[in-house]
Structures are given as structure tokens and as C-alpha cells.
């Protein structure tokens, strides 16, 4: 098992522009995260997956931003119409139904909005 | 709402020097805490994980501790090395198992 994996790394993007950021969990683990960190702060929670059903979202998580998870698998995090605000870096974690219920993060995602 | 305060922000110590790392919360009905490490610009390594019904765990050179009635953990280091440089969050969850994370303690190990 590789971990949690996260593509792209880094992202470069123009002000408006849509970007789509993917996250493949552990293989076993049924419960899929999305985090937010900015520069100097802790993790802010954005949503969360039990399978394929989206089971809580943020306020942080304006109309602009959209999660899924097809399949209950891999998931995808999309932010339309991107805005400065958005730069940040973009973590993915993943747990399974156990009684730990401990969380394993991937590398993130560096967003940077132009 | 739960909120999580690590002090102190900032901390630099000379190698060898064990060091208490401080993690509260304002809220004791948490499910889990959970200690993480975070290199600059990278994702996020767990260290250690304390269930509410635990008091400490221990991991190498790494102890953590938790004490829910006073909503406070600590994580003890010893004898610290250079490699332990880097950023120590804590977080705790609750019923949705979501995480509410510190703002981290930046330590730096000089050797």
C-alpha cells in the first residue's frame, strides 16, 4: 500500500479559471476528507465521504467548490471561477470504519491562484 | 464549537533537550487526538493517536498524553534531534470524526 496519493503536487492557475484536483485513499479505508491550509495556519476542515455519499460540508465550502466521490473510490475536489482567496494548499485524508478511526493524509496540493 | 490552541507557537532548543510540546481544547467530548508532523510544504505525518478512553501512547522517543476533564494533551519529546525540526500539529475529533486542528508549534532542533 502507497499511502495516500494526490494529483496534481502544485497547480498554477489564472484568477477565473476552473481547476479539478484529484485524491486516491488507502484502498481499504471507506471514509475520504478534504482540508484546507493557508500559510501559517492548521488545517480547515471542507468536506467528507463515507463511501460515495457526502456525508458533511463546510460553510468554507462555498457554491464554487464541488466534491465527489464516483464509486466510492478516488475523489475529486473542483473550484470554479477561482479567486486569489483560493490559494492555499488543498489536503486529502482518508480512515477507515474501525474503532481508531485515525486518519492518514496525503502530500496536498499547492494551489496558487494568479 | 471546539476550539484548539497549541502553545507555544515557536519553540528553538539545542540538541539533546527533551521538550513538551502543549495541545488544549475547549471542548472534552472528543473522540479521538491525534498528533501529527509536518515538514514545510508537505502533507501531514501522524505520530501518534490517543482515544478518548486512553490516557497516553508512546511511540519511540515520542510520549503523548491526554487528560479530557482539563481538555489539554502534551507531547514529550526526548532527547531531540535536528531531524525533529519541523512543524507539530494537534487535532481532536468528535461525533462526525471530522478533525479541528491547532495552528501548530514550529520547533526547531539546533545542532
Known amino acids: 500500500d502507497t499511502g495516500v496519493s494526490q494529483d496534481p503536487r502544485h497547480k498554477i492557475t489564472k484568477r477565473g479559471q476552473n481547476v479539478t484536483f484529484r485524491c486516491d485513499p488507502i484502498?481499504?479505508?471507506?471514509?475520504l476528507y478534504w482540508y484546507r491550509q493557508t500559510l501559517g495556519q492548521g488545517p480547515e476542515f471542507l468536506t467528507y465521504?463515507?463511501?460515495?455519499?457526502?456525508?458533511?460540508k463546510s460553510r468554507l465550502l462555498s457554491d464554487r467548490f464541488s466534491a465527489e466521490r464516483p464509486k466510492g473510490s478516488f475523489s475529486t475536489l473542483e473550484i470554479q471561477r477561482t479567486e486569489q482567496g483560493d490559494s492555499a494548499m488543498y489536503l486529502c485524508?482518508?480512515?477507515?470504519?474501525?474503532?481508531?478511526?485515525?486518519?492518514?493524509f496525503g502530500p496536498g496540493t499547492r494551489l496558487t491562484v494568479t | 464549537k471546539q476550539e484548539v490552541t497549541q502553545i507555544p507557537a515557536a519553540l528553538s532548543v539545542p540538541e539533546g533537550e527533551n521538550l513538551v510540546l502543549n495541545c488544549s481544547f475547549t471542548?472534552?467530548?472528543?473522540?479521538?487526538l491525534q498528533w501529527f508532523r509536518q515538514d514545510p510544504g508537505k502533507g501531514l505525518t501522524s505520530l501518534l493517536l490517543?482515544?478518548?478512553?486512553?490516557r497516553e501512547q508512546t511511540s519511540g522517543r515520542l510520549n503523548a498524553s491526554l487528560d479530557k476533564s482539563s481538555g489539554r494533551s502534551t507531547l514529550y519529546i526526548a532527547a531531540s534531534q535536528p531531524g525533529d525540526s519541523a512543524t507539530y500539529l494537534c487535532?481532536?475529533?468528535?461525533?462526525?470524526?471530522?478533525?479541528?486542528f491547532g495552528t501548530g508549534t514550529r520547533l526547531k532542533v539546533l545542532a
Open positions: 485524508a482518508s480512515s477507515s470504519s474501525g474503532t481508531r478511526y485515525e486518519q492518514y
Open positions: 484502498s481499504e479505508h471507506n471514509r
Open positions: 465521504f463515507q463511501n460515495e455519499a457526502q456525508l458533511e
Open positions: 471542548d472534552s467530548a472528543i473522540y479521538n
Open positions: 490517543i482515544q478518548s478512553s486512553q
Open positions: 487535532a481532536t475529533s468528535s461525533g462526525t470524526y471530522k478533525y479541528i
